[in-house]
């Protein structure tokens, strides 16, 4: 008897690790990522790398049946918290004391990647496990995204054993890190607070201003006639300019299921001729030209080659 219950505790000893086994692929370290954000409640602070520029920040983030919640406030230049309930997104600017509320469809206030699509990753990038690094004290699997072609830009992603990104790099073509997202501590909790998801400052006074929401459209007159592999049209929608509220703007979402990019089109005379050609904000890069009377702006954390593309071949179909 004594060995029956020795075998069966051996049994259900081995049963238990295997359930929580660490993921043993690059895909799979992946994919703990992509649940990690549909479950897990943390709190944290961490830094976010671009040029020269450095912001420390602060993150709550809470999943659940409602979905997700998240709270940022930015710790160092002028004070700014956003706070985001599924798509609708509050930014609050205390020294201007006012309040912007906007809709926006697929938005991570975090601005950790995350990708909407795993298989992309295998078709379009070389996958693999780096070393082990710890990242705000936690021992992290470092996994590797390299593009095989040139309209990608790659990645390193330093993952917690629970799937939380604990730092991400941008790379570009030398392998250098264009931007990088750190996280200094972080801690995972089973529930958070409802006084943590709340404003630090009293709005009382302040001036709201109210974005109208974007309205998705399935045709538009504008099209994207070559995207490089991979990418794909993901939404489409029309929104007010922001120079001339009755003018809209026809706004093209293409991705990869990792990079996304951004296409406006808006009528002549309510652009700026500041935005023609190449330019560049941070990682973001962008192109602009005109086409039949209107301004095309694609913006995208991409290479230069693959907003160029996309830029030159949008068209009008009438």
Not at 52 to 69: I, K, Y
Request: hydrophobic residues 40%; glycine residues 8%.
């Amino acid at each position: 008897m004594r060995l029956k219950v020795s075998l069966l505790f051996v049994l259900l000893f081995s049963l238990s690790l295997a359930v929580h086994a660490e993921p043993a692929t690059p895909l799979q370290w992946l994919t703990l990522v992509g649940e990690a954000k549909k479950e897990l409640n943390y709190y944290g602070t961490f830094v976010y790398v671009h040029g020269d520029q450095l912001e420390s920040m602060r993150v709550v983030h809470a999943s659940g049946a409602n979905g997700e919640r998240e709270r940022l406030t930015h710790l160092n230049g002028s004070p700014r918290e956003v706070i985001r309930n599924n798509d609708l997104v509050t930014c609050i600017f205390p020294e201007e004391r006012s309040v912007l509320v906007a809709h926006r469809s697929n938005l991570a206030t975090s601005p950790f990647v995350q990708a909407e699509s795993l298989a992309i990753f295998e078709k379009h990038y070389n996958l693999s496990l780096g070393g082990r690094h710890r990242i705000a004290g936690v021992e992290t699997q470092i996994v590797n995204l390299e593009p095989k072609d040139i309209y990608r830009y790659g990645y390193r992603f330093w993952i917690s054993p629970e799937g939380l990104l604990l730092r991400s790099d941008l790379l570009g073509s030398d392998g250098l890190a264009i931007e990088r997202i750190m996280f200094a501590e972080v801690h995972v909790v089973d529930k958070i607070p409802h006084e943590m998801m709340t404003p630090g400052v009293n709005l009382d006074g302040f001036q709201w201003f109210r974005q109208q929401p974007p309205v998705e459209i399935s045709e538009g007159r504008w099209h994207v006639k070559n995207l490089p592999d991979g990418f794909s049209l993901k939404s489409r929608n029309l929104r007010s300019s922001d120079s001339d509220a009755k003018t809209p703007v026809e706004h093209l979402i293409v991705s990869d299921g990792l990079a996304s990019i951004s296409v406006f089109v808006e009528a002549q005379g309510s652009y700026s001729e500041g935005r023609l050609g190449s330019f560049q904000m941070g990682a973001l890069n962008g192109f602009g030209r005109i086409v039949a009377g209107h301004m095309v702006v694609v913006v995208g954390e991409v290479p230069t080659a693959t907003v160029e593309l996309i830029a030159d071949s949008v068209a009008n179909d009438g």
